[in-house]
């Protein structure tokens, strides 16, 4: 299928730059001193044991939350509503049809009813869900939901998507069909930041590698050099499958 390169007209929102950046809760400093460069077009891998920060970051990223030192820039500002996305480690979806949560995004972002009603038609058959469009998405099997999840935040033409653990508890064929999914955005020149547990699943998609451990960036670089010769010792310890927090 042709999809329409997202980016090609848009001004671009990238470089992300993190710049010391560090969140804390209390006296807890769960994010420290962060120096992170997300350049356009690629794919980053955040990486890391639990607990290491993976979630907040990505959250941060997005805007979710405020850092509390340091600062979190973009490149330029996209006139459009909507230049990035996420899709959360556990996705919340309407109580609503799969077709109505489509269309929710895409009013808040402010599209006409009739350029939105063509836009969740072409998202509906980009992610085979035409004959799921009017069921409860809750539902919904969890890889469905999952891919109504991605197609939700795809249907808004972003320039970078976060997705935290997008396959997360899927089977291998649900598991398979996300990663498809998310080389196909690469390609149509969409930024990937996501998190993954599966070291497999990191080697497939990953070019470039962030990897945390207890809230700091100890390595960051391509991810051939991260996987072949990680540079530190917790980096090789969580190569080696050694538990380590
Ligand atoms: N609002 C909060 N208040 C206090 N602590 C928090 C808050 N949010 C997150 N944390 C803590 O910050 C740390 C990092 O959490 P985060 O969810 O980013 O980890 P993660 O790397 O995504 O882990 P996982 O691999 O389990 O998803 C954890 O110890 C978590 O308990
Ligand atoms: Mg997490």
């Known amino acids: 299928m042709k999809v329409d390169k997202v980016i090609a007209s848009a001004t671009t929102i990238l470089p992300l730059r993190l710049k010391d950046m560090s969140y804390s809760v209390g006296n807890a400093r769960l994010l420290d001193g962060i120096d ?18 993976k979630s907040l970051l990505l959250r941060l990223c997005h805007g979710l939350i405020e850092p509390t030192s ?22 919340v979806l309407l109580r ?34 035409i004959p799921l469009a009017e069921r409860p998405a809750r539902l919904l099997s969890g890889g469905e939901q999952q891919r109504l999840a991605l197609a939700r935040a795809w249907a808004l033409r972003p320039q970078i998507l976060f997705l935290d653990e997008p396959s997360a508890a899927l089977d291998p064929s649900a598991t398979r069909a996300i990663e498809d ?60 499958g050694a538990l380590i927090w």
């Open 96 to 129: 609503r049809s799969v077709r109505a949560n489509l269309n929710y995004p895409l009013a808040l972002a402010g599209y006409a009813r009739a350029a939105r009603s063509e836009m969740v038609q072409k998202t509906l058959a980009r992610f085979g869900l």
């Open 36 to 53: 992170l460069t997300v350049k356009a077009g690629r794919r980053l891998v955040v990486m890391g044991p639990n607990g290491a920060g």
């Open 181 to 240: 999914l998310i080389f196909q955005f690469s390609a149509e020149g969409i930024t990937i930041v996501m998190t993954s547990h599966d070291l497999f699943q990191a080697r497939r998609l990953a070019q470039d590698v962030a990897f945390l451990h207890r809230g700091r960036l100890i390595e960051h670089g391509p991810a051939a050099q991260f996987f072949d010769a990680p540079q530190t010792p917790e980096a090789r310890d969580f190569l080696g």
């Open 70 to 91: 340091g600062s979190i820039s973009w490149q330029s500002q996209d006139p459009r509503p909507a230049a990035q996305a996420m899709v959360l480690q556990r996705p």
